[in-house]
């Protein structure tokens, strides 16, 4: 427990004002960044491969059922028998197109 000595002698000399030692300094630093980007790599690490295999972080929200109106897919299905009647006048020459270019 080498490091937790260096730490605790550490913050004792901040408290009382000792003599610095800035090679032990920067290897505390080091030591604990080190630590900190390695918990970050981790930590993005499993949450990648959790939602690249489909799961979610965190609590799976439930939703309710959306609410079914057939009225308004009455409405879209009428849209595209419209379409379709219009469709089928162009080709049976009901509409007769003329082409600008001729």
Known sequence: MHIFDSLSSFLKRLRSGASVDPIRDWLILLTLSTIAL??????????FDTVAGGGTIGASVIQAPAAFSRTSL??????????A????????GVYSFTDPSL
């Open 38 to 47: 390695a918990g970050i790599i981790v930590w993005n690490v499993w949450a």
């Open 74 to 83: 009455d409405a879209i299905h009428a849209i595209f028998v419209n379409r």
């Open 85 to 92: 009647a219009e469709e089928a006048k162009y080709e049976t």
